[in-house]
């Protein structure tokens, strides 16, 4: 997905449609605390989606992902080596040390919230947990550039600045995932523009107050490459080096950068 040539700006969403849109998002970020807290060893990635899944319906809101573009699940549920977009099964039972990402959505009143983020089971190596502080790390300073006035790009520069940040403030090599990235969000998951997480600042649509991203660094170990597998979801490292994702939906507003997905606890 890209923006079009002559769509210069991102819209903007009114003050009131922001406030909406972290309605939805709030229960996003309730379902993913939900998930980590409950995730343990022995569990199977089915068990971290019903609980999504009962969390958002119990809000009064939908799961965005479950039927989206067919889709089977409430949450994707990425594994180590997995990406993004792993399929919540009872086959894949979590073990100590895994490293897991869960991404959600939830659609309330007509709008959207999605969000994910990365977490260990039980006690994860030190490159696993060097890689996951980094991805988290490189979200937030990505986030700051999220102002009006800015270009589209200049986000992506500053994910691209902040992973080449990462990598000497927590001692690892970092690769950025190629071809996948942020994108915007509104009455629809996704919408334009494609948020790219690297690239040369300065370039595409203006960002404008009240404009809305998806910002979703995905940091891999050992390779910028990645393959789908049969199930046409399912996106693994082609060297099987394990992979971290993190994201916040993220409005640009006069007084800075506000998260419209918010976590009920400290991430």
Same mark, same amino acid.
């Given at each position: 997905?890209?923006?079009?040539?002559?769509?210069?700006?991102?819209? /903007?969403?009114?003050?009131?449609?922001?406030?909406?849109?972290?309605?939805?998002?709030?229960?996003?970020?309730?379902?993913?605390?939900?998930?980590?807290?409950?995730?343990?060893?022995?569990?199977?990635?089915? +068990?971290?989606?019903?609980?999504?899944?009962?969390?958002?319906?119990?809000?009064?809101?939908?799961?965005?992902?479950?039927?989206?573009?067919?889709?089977?699940?409430?949450?994707? /549920?990425?594994?180590?080596?997995?990406?993004?977009?792993?399929?919540?099964?009872?086959?894949?039972?979590?073990?100590?040390?895994?490293?897991?990402?869960?991404?959600?959505?939830?659609?309330?009143?007509?709008?959207?919230?999605?969000?994910?983020? *990365?977490?260990?089971?039980?006690?994860?190596?030190?490159?696993?947990?060097?890689?996951?502080?980094?991805?988290?790390?490189?979200?937030?300073?990505?986030?700051?550039?999220?102002?009006?006035?800015?270009?589209?790009?200049?986000?992506?520069?500053?994910?691209?600045?902040? *992973?080449?940040?990462?990598?000497?403030?927590?001692?690892?090599?970092?690769?950025?995932? +190629?071809?996948?990235?942020?994108?915007?969000?509104?009455?629809?998951?996704?919408?334009?523009?494609?948020?790219?997480?690297?690239?040369?600042?300065?370039?595409?649509?203006?960002?404008?107050?009240?404009?809305?991203?998806?910002?979703?660094?995905?940091?891999?170990?050992?390779?910028?490459?990645?393959?789908?597998?049969?199930?046409?979801?399912?996106?693994?490292?082609?060297?099987?080096?394990?992979?971290?994702?993190?994201?916040?939906?993220?409005?640009?507003?006069?007084?800075?950068?506000?998260?419209?997905?918010?976590?009920?606890?400290?991430?």
């Amino acid at each position: 997905m890209g923006f079009r040539r002559g769509k210069k700006k991102i819209i /903007a969403r009114t003050p009131g449609e922001l406030d909406a849109m972290e309605a939805a998002g709030r229960i996003v970020g309730e379902a993913l605390v939900a998930v980590r807290d409950a995730a343990a060893e022995g569990m199977s990635t089915k +068990d971290l989606d019903d609980i999504a899944e009962e969390i958002i319906r119990s809000r009064g809101a939908y799961p965005t992902f479950l039927g989206y573009m067919g889709y089977p699940a409430t949450v994707c /549920a990425s594994v180590n080596d997995i990406i993004v977009h792993g399929i919540p099964d009872r086959k894949t039972v979590l073990k100590h040390g895994d490293l897991v990402s869960i991404d959600c959505g939830a659609t309330l009143d007509g709008w959207v919230g999605d969000s994910a983020w *990365t977490f260990g089971i039980g006690e994860t190596s030190g490159k696993a947990t060097a890689l996951n502080q980094a991805t988290r790390f490189v979200l937030y300073e990505g986030m700051k550039a999220m102002v009006p006035g800015n270009r589209l790009t200049d986000v992506s520069w500053a994910l691209e600045k902040a *992973t080449d940040e990462a990598e000497e403030k927590f001692g690892v090599e970092l690769f950025i995932v +190629d071809g996948y990235g942020g994108h915007g969000i509104g009455h629809e998951m996704h919408e334009e523009p494609f948020l790219s997480n690297e690239g040369a600042p300065g370039k595409g649509p203006l960002i404008q107050e009240g404009s809305v991203l998806a910002i979703e660094p995905m940091l891999t170990l050992g390779t910028v490459d990645s393959v789908v597998a049969d199930d046409e979801w399912t996106v693994a490292t082609t060297d099987g080096s394990w992979a971290s994702h993190w994201e916040h939906t993220v409005a640009a507003t006069a007084s800075g950068p506000r998260i419209l997905t918010p976590r009920t606890v400290a991430d």
